[in-house]
């Protein structure tokens, strides 16, 4: 079965800086990999999928996120952090689009 | 209006009363999904249903049933309330093969 293992239940940035939120899968079979984002006292929405198409993967709001199948990882960036970028982010993978399996979240707090 | 619509948004009731969560979707997907947050443990599949006549069980099943009435609604019952059963519950829409889900905003149930 597939999951994915997100490192960090918390990470911390000032505005302006580098956003890092690492994410790594376990799946048997080729993966699609998803980021999503939820503000609070909101449900989910997707940032960006990964489809076996191209291996690094543009999202909304300037997040991207690289697949790396050597290193079984798919770890959202942003260059430089808002305010607003402040929520929590949640790592899924499926593989048949039957079921998807999300990560435990990493909340991100950007300080100004 | 929400495409998702999840009711009630918050309830709180006692140890042993049955609960009915409902979700009705305007997207005209074909797929939904029941998920169930805690904090720390992301979020775990319950219930998800392919069509009207389709019914699977999810990660955590035990507990909980469904019902999915119609295309367009979904409906998560508890049939006898614990308060390990005290958490926020997503519904959740799909169009088969796509794999983006798209999320209701949630509703909290708390159970004393």
């Known amino acids: 079965a597939q999951s994915v293992t997100q490192l960090g239940s918390h990470v911390s940035v000032s505005e302006g800086a580098l956003v890092l939120l690492r994410c790594n899968y376990s799946s048997s079979v080729p993966p699609y990999l998803f980021w999503y984002v939820q503000y609070p006292n909101q449900g989910l929405q997707l940032l960006l999928k990964y489809t076996s198409a191209a291996t690094l993967v543009k999202g909304i709001n300037g997040f991207e996120a690289e697949f790396k199948k050597s290193e079984t990882s798919f770890h959202l960036t942003k260059p430089s952090a808002h305010m607003s970028d402040a929520a929590e982010y949640f790592c899924a993978v499926t593989h048949n689009n039957n079921d998807m399996r999300f990560g435990a979240g990493t909340r991100l707090t950007v300080k100004p | 209006d929400a495409d998702v619509t999840q009711t009630p948004r918050n309830r709180i009731t006692k140890t042993g009363k049955r609960i009915m969560l409902e979700c009705s979707q305007t997207?005209?997907?074909?797929?939904m999904y029941w998920y169930r947050q805690d904090p720390g443990l992301g979020l775990q599949l319950i219930y998800y249903?392919?069509?009207?006549?389709?019914?699977n069980k999810g990660e955590i099943s035990d507990g909980y049933s469904v019902s999915r009435q119609a295309q367009a609604k979904f409906s998560l019952s508890l049939e006898s309330a614990i308060p390990n059963q005290t958490a926020l519950y997503f519904c959740?829409?799909?169009?088969?093969?796509?794999?983006?889900?798209?999320f209701g905003e949630g509703s909290r149930l708390t159970v004393l």
């Open positions: 997207k005209g997907h074909d797929r």
């Open positions: 249903s392919f069509d009207v006549k389709d019914i």
């Open positions: 959740a829409t799909s169009q088969g093969g796509t794999g983006e889900l798209f």
